[in-house]
C-alpha cells in the first residue's frame, strides 16, 4: 500500500469510527437503485436468493472518489447501525457491479464488530455494494460510486510480475491496535498471496478462499471468504472486544488447497 494511500485509508476508517453512531434509516426498494446502475436488478438475483431488501443508510460502504491505483481501491464496511436495531447479523457481501468478477468477498462477524477494511481490485469505474443479511432473512444494502482509471483486474501483480510470490505465499503479519471507537480492539492482518483474478492469459485464477480467526477452544471469532477482487497480499482490519482470550489463530486456505495457519497475539 503507498503511503498516499494508506493515509487516505486511515482517514476514512477514522471519519467512519466517528460516525458510526446515529439513528437509521431505510430507502423504499421500490424508489429503484439510489444510483441507478443498469446491472442492479442482476445483481439482486444473483446475490440476495430472492430475499426481502431494502436500501439503508444503516450500512455504510466508502472509498476514494477517484481510484489512482485500480489493483488497490481501499475500502471501509461499516453495518455497526444495522447491527444495533437487535434483529443481528447473519452475513455481509460485497460486490461491484461492473467488475467482471463481481463477487469480492463474504463476511460473518460473529463476535467481532461488523466493521471491516479491505482493498480490492477495479476494473472500471463501478458502483461498490455492501449487501447485509441480517438474521429474518432480510437484506439491507448500502452503495457508493467509485470512480476508476481502469484495468485493475486483468494485469498481473506485482510479485507475479517478478516470481517473488511463492516464496512468501501465505505468510502471515498480525497486530493488534486500540483505537477510538471504545470497548473494541483493532486487528490488521497481511497475508502474502498474489491473488489472480485468472484475467491474465497463462495465469489461472488463484486466491485466499477462506479465513477465520479461532481461539484455543475452537471457537471462531469471524469467518471471511474472500475472491478474486481482493487486492494482491490482502490487508484486512476488523474490529473485536477489547478482552479476547488466549490461543488466537488465523486459519485458512486458498482454492489450490495451501494452508494458512498462524498464531496472532492479543
Excluded at 484486512?236 to 490461543?247: C, I, S
Aim: glycine share 10%.
Amino acid at each position: 500500500m503507498t503511503m498516499n494511500l494508506r493515509r487516505r485509508h486511515l482517514l476514512a476508517w477514522g471519519l467512519l469510527a466517528s460516525s458510526g453512531q446515529g439513528r437509521a434509516s431505510e430507502i423504499d426498494q421500490t424508489g429503484g437503485d439510489p444510483l441507478g446502475s443498469m446491472q442492479w436488478p442482476g445483481l439482486r438475483d444473483e446475490f440476495m436468493d430472492g430475499g426481502k431488501m431494502v436500501f439503508s443508510n444503516a450500512v455504510s460502504i466508502t472509498g476514494p472518489a477517484f481510484a489512482d491505483d485500480a489493483m488497490n481501491v481501499p475500502l471501509l464496511l461499516d453495518a455497526r447501525k444495522l447491527a444495533q436495531t437487535g434483529g443481528g447479523i447473519e452475513l455481509v457481501r460485497v460486490v461491484v457491479d461492473r467488475n467482471p468478477v463481481r463477487h469480492v468477498l463474504d463476511f460473518e462477524p460473529l463476535k467481532a464488530l461488523p466493521m471491516l477494511a479491505f482493498r480490492i481490485r477495479m476494473e472500471q469505474a463501478s458502483p461498490v455494494r455492501a449487501m447485509v443479511k441480517t438474521r429474518d432473512g432480510r437484506w439491507h444494502v448500502g452503495s457508493t460510486w467509485v470512480q476508476a482509471a481502469g484495468g485493475g483486474c486483468t494485469v498481473p501483480g506485482a510479485t507475479r510480475a517478478d516470481g517473488s510470490w511463492s516464496r512468501t505465499l501465505n505468510q502471515v503479519q498480525a497486530r493488534f491496535f486500540n483505537n477510538v471507537i471504545e470497548g473494541s480492539k483493532r486487528l490488521r492482518v497481511r497475508i502474502m498471496h498474489p491473488m489472480d483474478t485468472g484475467l491474465v492469459a497463462g495465469t489461472p485464477a488463484f486466491y485466499i478462499e477462506s479465513l477465520q480467526l479461532v481461539d484455543g477452544a475452537d471457537q471462531v471469532w469471524w469467518r471471511l471468504s474472500p475472491h478474486e477482487p481482493v487486492s494482491e497480499n490482502p490487508i484486512l482490519t476488523f474490529e473485536l472486544p477489547q478482552n479476547l482470550p488466549p490461543g488466537l489463530r488465523l486459519v485458512g486456505r486458498d482454492n489450490n488447497g495451501n494452508a494458512i495457519d498462524a498464531e496472532v497475539r492479543s
